[in-house]
């Protein structure tokens, strides 16, 4: 498959380093991801059954 250089780059993150440009999705490892949600996820009934099957092997 070819790909093909079309000129879109992002309006931020983007850096050359070493001659190649670096891409960078505006979020570290020091940075809190918004997008990450913690908290009590509930499964479905089949699911859970599921599971319990693979812990009972």
Known sequence: MTHEDRGWRPDLGLEEYGGHEIWDHGIG??????????????FPAELKEGLAVLDDE
């Open 29 to 42: 490892p020091h940075e809190i991801n918004a997008g990450q949600v913690d908290g009590d996820i509930e």
